[in-house]
Structures are given as C-alpha cells and as structure tokens.
C-alpha cells in the first residue's frame, strides 16, 4: 500500500509569485485534505477535495485554490504569493469522508518559502 | 474559544517511563471524533490513535493510549515505557462535520501542540 506523496520536499519563491504544489492520495483514498502549518503552531485547514470537488473550506483567501484529478491525487495553487505564506504544507488523504473516523493520513510536507 | 487547547508546551520524560500528554476540547456537536497526530522533526503527521465520541472504552494502540474523559471535555494522550524515538511534537486534533452548500465534510482543528522529549 503507498502512502501519501508531496512534491517538491522544498521550495523558495518570491513574493507575488504563483506556486503549485504536488500531492498523490494513499490507495483506496478518494478524499484529499490541505493543510497549512506555520512555524511552531499546529495545522490549519485549507479547503477539502472529495470526488473531484470542493466540498469544505478553511479561513483562506481565494487566491488558495486547488484540484483534484480522477486518480484523487491533487494541486493546491498559491498566487500572490505574499510573506505570510512562508509554511509547511501538509496534504492529507482518507478514504471515509463523512464519517467522524475517517483518519486523514498524512504526506511529509512541502516546506514553502517566500522572500 | 479554542476549540482544542493543549496546555504542555514541552515534556520532558525518563526513558522507559510513562508520561501524559493533556488535550482539553471544546464543541457543542455529539458527534465527533479525537485523533493525536506526532509530528517529528522531518515534519510528516504521523497517525498514533483515536477516539470517537460515543465510544465506551478508552482507545489503545500499543504502547498509546487515549484516557477519553467526555465530560471533562478532555483526551489525554498517555505513552507507556517511553523510548529515544518518541521524541516529537505531539498534536491533538478534533474532526467534527460540517454541512456547506448541501454537502458535508469533516475538517481537523488541532490544538497548538506539546514537544516531548525523552531523556536516556
């Protein structure tokens, strides 16, 4: 069984720029979850994909946007960037959606920085 | 409020020794499910265990366990015989559901974290 996959480990931007990030969901798994964690705080939620949708949606502004494809594997797009957005982000998969022991399993990560 | 509140910024514990880690919740839904997460330094979320909110027994997942207090409104997550390799920050999190333009989705709040670090 694969886990989940991010692409790239790492990234450096400068601000105003556009940046695509990579995530491949666990087999089985038709829900993809982002999250962003800035430095020394916990995870906070992005948006939620579910069969190809946005079903659900963080406090993020719309420049946040993403995709998910038929194999559930998924995009989150950043324009503008701006400093703030320096963050590890986190993608999640799961394969429950709906119920409240649906476990999202998590990739390692992309680190992202903006100067 | 917070919803999820973790009050341990860093623990320290002895090799081999137990040692809890506190996460108090705070919802008004009946539904609902506690997850801790430990983040190690490479940064990956890894998954130690769970807790569903009509569940009757505490959770266990070997050496992990969840001692799940619902009308405390607390999950603290308990480590048995510590190792080296335990440590990390140590997150928990609550997935509750959510209703947005006629569908539902379920989201993780987490709290803000506790870094625990074994001593040998």
């Known amino acids: 069984e694969t886990g989940v996959t991010q692409s790239p480990t790492h990234l450096i931007k400068t601000r105003g720029q556009q940046v695509t990030l990579r995530c491949s969901s666990q087999?089985?798994?038709?829900?993809v979850s982002w999250y962003q964690q800035a430095l020394g705080q916990g995870p906070q939620f992005i948006f939620q994909?579910?069969?190809?949708?946005?079903?659900g949606r963080g406090n993020f502004p719309p420049r946040f946007s993403g995709l998910q494809f038929p194999n559930y594997s998924s995009e989150l797009n950043v324009n503008a960037l701006e400093l703030d957005d320096s963050a590890l982000y986190l993608c999640?998969?799961?394969?429950?959606?709906?119920?409240?022991?649906?476990?999202?399993?998590f990739g390692p990560g992309t680190r992202l920085t903006v100067l | 409020a917070q919803k999820i509140t973790q009050t341990q910024p860093g623990m320290f514990v002895q090799e081999k020794e137990a040692v809890t880690l506190d996460c108090t919740y705070d919802t008004s839904d009946p539904s609902y499910g506690l997850f801790w997460y430990k983040q190690p330094s490479s940064g990956e979320m890894i998954f130690l265990i769970y807790?569903?909110?009509?569940?009757?027994q505490n959770a266990t997942e070997g050496r992990y366990s969840l001692n799940f207090q619902k009308a405390r409104k607390s999950a603290n997550l308990v480590i048995s015989a510590s190792q080296l390799g335990d440590s990390a920050m140590y997150f928990c999190a609550m997935r509750e559901n959510y209703n947005a333009g006629g569908t539902s989705y379920g989201k993780l709040t987490f709290g803000q974290g506790t870094i625990l670090t074994v001593h040998p």
């Open positions: 807790q569903g909110s009509y569940d009757q």
């Open positions: 087999s089985g798994h038709n829900t």
């Open positions: 999640a998969s799961s394969g429950r959606q709906g119920a409240v022991a649906d476990t999202q399993y």
């Open positions: 994909y579910y069969r190809e949708e946005e079903n």
